[in-house]
Every structure is written in C-alpha cells, then in structure tokens.
T-cell receptor
Framework: DARVTQTPRHKVTEMGQEVTMRCQPI?????VFWYRQTMMQGLELLAY????????DSGMPKDRFSAEMPDATLATLKIQPSEPRDSAVYFC?????????????FGSGTRLTVV | AQSVTQPDIHITVSEGASLELRCNYS??????LFWYVQSPGQGLQLLLK??????LVQGIKGFEAEFKRSQSSFNLRKPSVHWSDAAEYFC???????????FGQGTELSVKP
C-alpha cells in the first residue's frame, strides 16, 4: 500500500532551536495537510496545500511556523524558534479531495518534545 | 462555520457487545463525512466515508455508519466489538470548498474482556 512518510518520527529539542519536519506525500496526491494533535486541543489543522500552493494557513502561528512544498514529493513544516507549548504530534496527510475512494491518507506523525 | 461534535469522550464496552459512537456535524451544504481510527502511537486510518447515495455505508473491520440528514448525525456502529478495536475514533466533516477536514475531539474506546 502507498503511504505518507514523515520524518523524523521523534524529535526532542531545546527551547529556541529550529525544528524542521518533513513529509513525503503519496505520489499523485495533489493536496497535503499539516495537523497538530495535543490532548487539550485535539486535531488542529495548521495548513494545507493544493498543487503545492498554500490554500489556507490560518491555523498556524505565523510568527514562528512556516510551511512549504518545495516540490511535489516534499512538504516541510518549520518552527523557529521552538517553544515548550509546541510539544505535540504533527501529522501530515495527503489525498485527492473527494475525487477518489481513498479519502485522505495520514502519516505516522512526528512526536515533538520541546524542553 | 463547520464543526463536528463527538459527545462521548470515553466509552467502555464488553468484548462481543455492540457499539455505537455518536457524531453530530454542523455544515451548510451536503457534507462529506468520515470516520477515522487511531491506535496508540499511530497515525489515523480511514474506516469509512460518506459522499452521497446510500445513507448506510460499510467500512473496514466490520464497521458501518448511517448518515441522517434530519439529525445532522453520522454515527458509527459495530455489531460485535473485538479487543483489538480499542483505540480512539474520530469523526470528520470535509468541506467541498478547498477540501479541508474538520475533526471532532475524538472518542476513546476501551474494550473489557
């Protein structure tokens, strides 16, 4: 089965450091999402792209977060500088919105801990 | 604004018993509705979806869900729960403008022997 690949799986970093999370979407999927999951807030949509162009990043703190798709095989989510409140699991998902029977496919996530 | 409510934060059922997880949505047009399951330390796996047509949809692992427009609900059911079904379940609504998914807060399912 095709899968969405996220790296790294786990990341521990010190407050103030830059963190970059990567996602390889499924080949042929034109929509990529970034979600953040915490116990308190559940699954929050941070940003998403269609054909590599940002459609909506209103869920993302603009002062420290940035999301890009430098090419169709790579999406990145960067936090600079990181803060303890950014500790969460970050999920990437890809799909062809509602055009196929596959829905959206999620990666296994990056568990970020900021100390 | 679109929203999804899962009224039950945690449910415990006995193995072999039937299960129903509730989901209510708020959406102005015909919704696209999904149920996902998440096992500990894993990503989300699609169980089933409703786009149009038959309001009773079948999914993987023996799950089904029924779309009821009059009640704005999309409840998930399984006739006989297995211990391996213990996980967190998320209902989501998809916007046909942009295609983004809005998730409910999730329902954690525990299965007792």
């Amino acid at each position: 089965d095709a899968r969405v690949t996220q790296t790294p799986r786990h990341k521990v970093t010190e407050m103030g450091q830059e963190v970059t999370m990567r996602c390889q979407p499924i080949l042929g999927h034109n929509t990529v999402f970034w979600y953040r999951q915490t116990m308190m807030q559940g699954l929050e949509l941070l940003a998403y792209f269609r054909n590599r162009a940002p459609l909506d990043d209103s869920g993302m703190p603009k002062d420290r977060f940035s999301a890009e798709m430098p090419d169709a095989t790579l999406a990145t989510l960067k936090i600079q500088p990181s803060e303890p409140r950014d500790s969460a699991v970050y999920f990437c998902a890809s799909g062809q919105p509602f055009l196929t029977s596959d829905g959206y496919t999620f990666g296994s996530g990056t568990r970020l801990t900021v100390v | 604004a679109q929203s999804v409510t899962q009224p039950d934060i945690h449910i415990t059922v006995s193995e072999g018993a039937s299960l129903e997880l509730r989901c209510n949505y708020s959406y102005g047009a015909t919704p696209y509705l999904f149920w996902y399951v998440q096992s500990p330390g894993q990503g989300l796996q699609l169980l089933l979806k409703y786009f149009s047509g038959d309001t009773l949809v079948q999914g993987i692992k023996g799950f089904e869900a029924e779309f009821k427009r009059s009640q704005s609900s999309f409840n998930l059911r399984k006739p006989s729960v297995h211990w391996s079904d213990a996980a967190e379940y998320f209902c989501a609504v998809g916007s046909n403008q942009g295609g983004k998914l809005i998730f409910g807060q999730g329902t954690e399912l525990s299965v007792k022997p």
